[in-house]
């Protein structure tokens, strides 16, 4: 099994930044990729980001481009999402979740999940 807890959520004005993490524990070993994803009230949980585990492959959706980045820490088992130029429309609750392979668009084939994080954005 692994754990993932992410942290770094909360209210931004729109055009501010936060950085969300996210640790891992358990069994390590066995993540290939983890992602991020978002959902609001009504709707279906959505791609924004993902990283290869061992490579520096990255993936975003097209609504982050130029503004998210992730990145990984290894050694601390710890992945990042670098939120920028944060929009009304970036508020949601922000699930990190990590993959036993490299397919990393699709929420059906991750393994595990976090608990998810709050972020607010107001206009």
């Known amino acids: 099994q692994v754990q993932l807890v992410e942290s770094g959520g909360g209210l931004v004005q729109a055009g501010g930044s936060l950085r969300l993490s996210c640790v891992a524990s358990?069994?390590?070993?066995?993540?290939?990729?983890m992602g991020w994803f978002r959902q609001t009230p009504g709707k279906e949980r959505e791609f924004v980001a993902a990283?290869?585990?061992?490579?520096?492959?990255?993936y975003y959706a097209d609504s982050v481009k130029g503004r998210f980045t992730i990145s990984r820490d290894n050694a601390k088992n710890t992945v990042f999402l670098q939120m920028n130029s944060l929009k009304p429309e970036d508020a949601a609750v922000y699930y990190c979740?990590?993959?036993?392979?490299?397919?990393?668009?699709?929420?059906?084939?991750?393994?595990?999940w976090g608990q998810g994080t709050q972020v607010t954005v107001s206009s």
């Open positions: 990283i290869w585990w061992n490579e520096d492959s990255t």
């Open positions: 979740a990590a993959n036993k392979g490299v397919v990393v668009k699709n929420e059906r084939v991750y393994d595990y």
């Open positions: 358990g069994r390590t070993f066995s993540i290939r990729s």
